[in-house]
């Protein structure tokens, strides 16, 4: 049996594309036609529908994605023989351009989502104005497929059809498996792109920390040293990212900041081996 809000895959489905087409033109008739179960034609596509995932999301994918990308660009660095001085000064300008990238990128996808939904609302709530029993039968039909008797699904969408702004809600989270969102949607979709934006900084500068701090407590050190260095600070981001991301899911806090570790170690391995290979190569050449 299917969990409520999972989307349908197997049972009856009208023809979207058609009922977009029908609220489009204002088409009645062709609205009808699209909830009329004669006329649907399960094909096997599905819709693709992003899931809100809260902001842990934002803070978990923006950190790993700038630490990675940071230590990426210092990793090739090293292995390219360049100095302290410029990779500090690459490591710092990539990670604040990505940052900046990144929380503009999330605001606007967050805020075209949200366009969508409303949208797929404003169509839904149209269809339930002048089609009602086909909403209705609709939604019988789903929650039977999910397990409900004819006779239950029948009494319990029929009682629900009565409240029309809860019903439409219970639509679009059960046919559509999209949640209707907030008032402030714009200003949740701005907190989201401040969220990347911050999450990809902070984390993205500490890989390259070491080329920045250290060198003032010991200029000293060399630049394999100032690498392990970064090395170190790095691997302790990536366990500490993953052992944070594990508190809002499985728990298991080493397992998940070991397999992050592990993924960060390999991006870096590349690099480094990639910015080393360039390097020789021109070496070779001169």
């Known amino acids: 049996m299917k969990a409520l809000g999972q989307p349908l895959l197997d049972g009856p489905q009208r023809d979207l594309s058609a009922a ?35 902001r842990i999301k934002g803070i978990v994918f923006g950190g790993l994605d700038g630490i990675l990308t940071s230590f990426a660009v210092v990793a090739g660095a090293v292995g390219s023989h360049l100095g302290p001085e410029v990779i500090l000064a690459m490591g710092v300008s990539n990670v604040l351009a ?31 104005e002048n089609f009602p029993e086909g909403e209705i039968m609709e939604m019988i039909e789903l929650f039977e497929s999910r397990g409900m008797s004819r006779e239950d699904s029948t009494v319990v969408v029929t009682r629900m059809a009565k409240y029309k702004h809860f019903f439409l809600n219970i639509m679009m989270t059960e046919e559509l498996s999209l949640p209707v969102p907030e008032d402030d949607d714009n200003l949740n979709s701005l907190k989201d792109g ?29 630049e394999h040293e100032l690498f392990v260095v970064a090395c170190v600070i790095t691997a302790f981001a990536l366990f500490g990212l993953g052992a944070f991301k594990a508190r809002f899911n499985e728990k298991f806090y080493f397992r998940s900041g070991f397999e992050t570790l592990i993924l960060g170690s390999t991006c870096a391995t590349i690099a480094f081996v990639v910015g080393r290979l360039v390097a020789s190569y021109f070496d070779v050449e001169d």
């Open 20 to 54: 977009r087409d029908a609220y489009k033109t204002g088409d009645v008739e062709q609205s009808r036609a699209a909830h009329t179960a004669s006329a649907v034609q399960w094909s096997g596509a599905t819709e693709d529908h992003v899931e809100a995932g809260g």
């Open 98 to 128: 990505d940052a900046i990238s990144m929380g503009a990128g999330e605001y606007l996808s967050s805020r075209s989502y949200n366009n969508y939904v409303k949208k797929e609302l404003e169509r839904e709530r149209w269809e339930l």
């Open 194 to 222: 401040i969220v990347m934006f911050a999450s990809f900084a902070l984390f993205g500068m500490l890989p390259i920390l070491g080329f920045a701090i250290v060198p003032l407590i010991d200029p000293n050190l060399t």
